[in-house]
Every structure is written in C-alpha cells, then in structure tokens.
C-alpha cells in the first residue's frame, strides 16, 4: 500500500505590500510588452506586410502566457493585493482594458485581411473560371484552336506579397 503524497501548493502566497507591488509589476511589464507586440502586429498587417507580421507570432505566443500565468496569481491573491496596493490594483484594471481595446481593435485588421483576401480570391477564381465564348463565329473567332481555345482568359498572375 503506498502513502499518498501531499501536493505542494505552487502559487505564492502575498505576505507583504512589496510582494503584492512586485507581483502587480510583473504583471504590467508583461502586459506592456504584449501591448507593444499586438500593436506592432497591427500596424503591419494594416501596411500589408503580412510576413513581417507572422514573424512576432512566436514572442506573442510567450509574452500571453507570461501574462496569463501573472493574472493567475493576481487571481488567486486578491485578497491580499487588494489590502496591500489598491492603487495598483486599479492601474492594472486600467491597463488591462485599454489592452482590451488593443486587441479588439487587432482583430478588426485581421478580419478586414482576411475579407480582403477571400475576395481576391473568389475574383481570380471566377475569372478563371469564366465560359469561354464559341471559337467559330464571329469577330472574335478564332480559327485552327481547337476545343481548348479560350479567348477571354489571359494571363493569370499571383503575388505572393501583399
């Protein structure tokens, strides 16, 4: 029969109000960055310089999950942060909304991207795709080309850039 074990509690217990100020800190110098990546994202994807744009995806990735495992522990210490530093309580409230704002703002350039590209999309697909007209009658006709003759299709060019 084994002795079961006793789990450690892992989340750090605010004792001080230079421990709750260190912890808010924390938390807003990973929100800043954050705030300053999504913003440069933004702007990028707004210029059309989707690659560049791509490339922040890794640091983002990181900085949200600093900045999750942060507002954990604010989760689960607000007791404490609340009688110790109120008043950085509040200035983390207000940096959390206005980053709020940010990311509502990114997603509205990522939806426009991506209506934007869906309908260039949809356009060359339906030029492609356009009925070729009969090839043996009238001023248009073409003569010797065969049942593949297309005379309304021209060429057809994707960038890859934006």
Same mark, same amino acid.
């Given at each position: 029969?084994?002795?079961?074990? *006793?789990?450690?509690?892992?989340?750090?217990?605010?004792?001080?109000? !230079?421990?709750?100020?260190?912890?808010?800190?924390?938390?807003?110098? %990973?929100?800043? $960055? +954050?705030?300053?990546l999504?913003? #440069?994202? @933004?702007? +990028?994807v707004?210029?059309? *310089?989707l690659?560049?744009?791509? @490339?922040? #995806?890794?640091?983002?990735? #990181?900085? $949200?999950?600093?900045?999750?495992?942060?507002?954990?522990?604010?989760?689960? /210490?607000?007791?404490?942060?609340?009688?110790?530093?109120?008043?950085?309580?509040?200035?983390?409230?207000?940096?959390?909304?206005?980053?709020? @704002? !940010?990311?509502?703002?990114?997603?509205?350039? !990522? $939806?426009?991207?991506?209506?934007? =590209?869906? =309908?260039?999309?949809?356009?060359?697909?339906?030029?492609? /795709?356009?009925?070729?007209?009969? %090839?043996?009658?009238?001023?248009?006709? @073409?003569?010797?080309?065969?049942?593949?003759?297309?005379? /309304? =299709?021209?060429?057809?060019?994707? =960038?890859?850039?934006?």
């Amino acid at each position: 029969m084994s002795v079961p074990r *006793r789990v450690l509690d892992e989340r750090p217990r605010i004792a001080s109000a !230079l421990d709750a100020r260190a912890l808010i800190e924390g938390v807003l110098e %990973a929100l800043s $960055a +954050l705030s300053h990546l999504v913003g #440069e994202e @933004t702007e +990028l994807v707004r210029a059309g *310089r989707l690659p560049e744009a791509m @490339t922040r #995806e890794p640091r983002k990735t #990181e900085l $949200a999950g600093i900045y999750m495992r942060g507002v954990e522990q604010v989760k689960l /210490n607000a007791v404490a942060l609340a009688r110790f530093v109120p008043e950085q309580v509040q200035r983390l409230k207000a940096a959390h909304l206005s980053f709020q @704002t !940010l990311i509502e703002t990114n997603q509205i350039v !990522l $939806a426009t991207a991506r209506a934007v =590209s869906e =309908s260039i999309v949809r356009e060359l697909a339906a030029d492609a /795709n356009r009925p070729s007209r009969a %090839a043996g009658y009238g001023p248009a006709a @073409t003569v010797g080309a065969g049942a593949f003759s297309r005379p /309304n =299709s021209g060429p057809l060019m994707v =960038s890859r850039r934006l």
